[in-house]
């Protein structure tokens, strides 16, 4: 993986070398790449080919770094990535439940980084994710818990309800990743989508969600099966 470290300009992009034989591009954009290493392929060949990577910046831009990751991971499938937070992010498609995405992210990994169904932490966030899957509908990884008796539990964590009642009253976490088992919703905040003290989003949907989803621009409610 090559990457720009931080956001730079449009004008900005990396530069590969041509004409390799066992080292093809994946996929990526200007400002980042994913590169395939051939099975075979010597240490020699992977170091050369690292120092024949250049960059050229955009005017706007005075320097820039480059950060590169060697790993084994067998990355299939368009990944993104975005500058602003470094973190990668992967739309596989299929007809499955949330609890089948979830496992199926924990179980993949890039440049050695563990996977996890996204969060959303930030309005830019939530609007890069419109971007991946080609405005296809996809599993995020918030949830609303699964009751037992008066808490929801998740593995070994319990997050007590905010109120009796109905289910809409119950608190929406993060399953996993560095934000794992944070509230980020509760009953009070269910009205409209917005970006406040809560240090997450706000979602408009229905008081009977179990999991979160993303379709284009807009996030929602689904449910689990």
Same mark, same amino acid.
């Given at each position: ?15 590969? $070398?041509?004409?390799? =034989?066992?080292?093809?591009? *994946?996929?990526?954009? #200007? ?5 395939? =290493? ?24 005075? !320097?820039? #770094?480059? %950060?590169?990751?060697?790993?084994? #991971? ?19 498609? *299929? !007809? ?14 890039? &440049?050695?980084? $563990? ?22 509908? @996809?599993?995020?990884?918030?949830? +609303?818990? =699964? +009751?037992? *008796? ?18 809409? %009253?119950? $608190?929406?976490?993060?399953?996993? &990743? $560095? ?7 509760? +009953?009070?905040? %269910? ?8 240090? @997450? ?6 008081? #009977? %969600? ?9 996030? &929602? ?5």
């Amino acid at each position: 993986i090559i990457a720009f470290k931080s956001s730079v300009a449009e004008g900005s992009k990396i530069i590969l $070398p041509e004409n390799t =034989v066992n080292i093809t591009l *994946g996929n990526g954009t #200007d400002t980042y790449k994913i590169i395939n =290493v051939a099975s075979g392929t010597t240490s020699e060949d992977v170091q050369n080919y690292i120092r024949s990577v250049r960059f050229s910046l955009d005017a706007s831009d005075e !320097s820039a #770094d480059l %950060m590169i990751i060697v790993s084994d #991971d067998e990355i299939t499938g368009t990944v993104y990535y975005d500058s602003s937070n470094r973190h990668f992010y992967q739309f596989v498609s *299929g !007809s499955v439940t949330w609890k089948e995405a979830r496992e199926t992210a924990l179980n993949m990994s890039i &440049g050695g980084r $563990p996977g996890y169904l996204a969060t959303v932490t930030s309005s830019h966030e939530d609007d890069f994710l419109g971007t991946v899957g080609s405005n296809q509908l @996809g599993w995020l990884g918030g949830t +609303r818990l =699964v +009751r037992s *008796g008066s808490t929801f539990a998740y593995s070994s964590q319990t997050i007590s309800e905010t109120a009796a009642g109905t289910k809409g %009253m119950y $608190p929406w976490y993060w399953a996993d &990743g $560095p934000e794992k088992n944070t509230q980020f919703l509760d +009953r009070a905040a %269910m009205s409209k989508k917005s970006y406040s003290s809560y240090s @997450g989003f706000f979602a408009d949907f229905n008081f #009977d %969600m179990d999991v979160l989803d993303v379709y284009s621009n807009n996030i &929602g409610g689904g449910y689990q099966n």
